[in-house]
C-alpha cells in the first residue's frame, strides 16, 4: 500500500493557461475525490468518482474545470483559462467501499500569476 | 445546509499541558465524524472516525469523543512533534455521495 500520489506537486502558470493535475488512488479503491484548499481553510469537495463514473460535482466548480478517470484508476483534473481565484492545494482522496474513510494524497499547489 | 464548526481557531500549549478541540456540527442526518491531522504544505492524515453519540476512540495521546452535536478531540501531554493543524469533517446522510464537509480546523502549536 504506497498511498495516494499526485502529480505535480507544485504548479506555477500564467493566467489563462490550461493545467492538468494527475491522482493515483490507493490500488483497489473504488472511489476518488478531489477537494481544493486554500490557505487557513479546510478542505472543500469538487468532485466525486465511483469506478470510472463521475457521480457528483460541486455547484462550486465552474466549467472550466472538467475531471476524468477514464479506466476507474487513475484520475486528471483539468483547469482550462486559469484565474488568479484558483490558486490552491488540490488534493485528492481514495476510499474503498463500504468503508467511508478517505485517504488523502499529498496534494498539488497551484499559483497562478 | 450541513456545516461544521471548529473552536478554537489557533491554540498554543507548552508541552504536557492537556487541552480540548472542539467540533460543532449541524447535519441532517450523521453518517460519520471524521478527524484528520494536517502538517504545512501537506494533504490530511487519517486519525479517527466515529459513528454515534457516545463513541470514543483513542491513539497514544489522542481521544476523540462524539455527541449528537459536536465532537470533541482531547490531546493528553502533548509534545511538540503534536503541532499540525487539526481538522473535522462530516459526511452527511442526505445528498452527496459520501463527500466530506470540513471546518476550518484548528492550529496547534506545541512549545518545549
Known amino acids: 500500500d504506497t498511498g495516494v500520489s499526485q502529480d505535480p506537486r507544485h504548479k506555477i502558470t500564467k493566467r489563462g493557461q490550461n493545467v492538468t493535475f494527475r491522482c493515483d488512488p490507493i490500488?483497489?479503491?473504488?472511489?476518488l475525490y478531489w477537494y481544493r484548499q486554500t490557505l487557513g481553510q479546510g478542505p472543500e469537495f469538487l468532485t466525486y468518482?465511483?469506478?470510472?463514473?463521475?457521480?457528483?460535482k460541486s455547484r462550486l466548480l465552474s466549467d472550466r474545470f472538467s475531471a476524468e478517470r477514464p479506466k476507474g484508476s487513475f484520475s486528471t483534473l483539468e483547469i482550462q483559462r486559469t484565474e488568479q481565484g484558483d490558486s490552491a492545494m488540490y488534493l485528492c482522496?481514495?476510499?474503498?467501499?463500504?468503508?467511508?474513510?478517505?485517504?488523502f494524497g499529498p496534494g498539488t499547489r497551484l499559483l497562478v500569476l | 445546509e450541513d456545516q461544521v464548526t471548529q473552536s478554537p481557531e489557533a491554540l498554543r500549549l507548552q508541552e504536557g499541558e492537556s487541552s480540548s478541540l472542539n467540533c460543532s456540527y449541524t447535519?441532517?442526518?450523521?453518517?460519520?465524524l471524521f478527524w484528520y491531522r494536517q502538517d504545512p504544505g501537506k494533504g490530511p492524515e487519517f486519525l479517527f472516525t466515529?459513528?454515534?453519540a457516545g463513541e470514543e476512540k483513542e491513539k497514544e495521546r489522542l481521544k476523540a469523543t462524539l455527541t449528537k452535536k459536536e465532537s470533541f478531540l482531547h490531546i493528553t501531554a502533548p509534545k511538540p512533534e503534536d503541532s499540525a493543524t487539526y481538522l473535522c469533517?462530516?459526511?452527511?446522510?442526505?445528498?452527496?455521495?459520501?463527500?466530506?464537509?470540513f471546518g476550518a480546523g484548528t492550529r496547534l502549536a506545541v512549545h518545549p
Open positions: 469533517a462530516v459526511q452527511s446522510t442526505s445528498g452527496g455521495y459520501n463527500k466530506l464537509i
Open positions: 447535519v441532517s442526518g450523521l453518517r460519520g
Open positions: 466515529l459513528y454515534s
Open positions: 490500488s483497489e479503491h473504488n472511489r
Open positions: 468518482f465511483q469506478n470510472e463514473a463521475q457521480l457528483e
Open positions: 482522496a481514495s476510499s474503498a467501499y463500504p468503508q467511508e474513510t478517505q485517504y
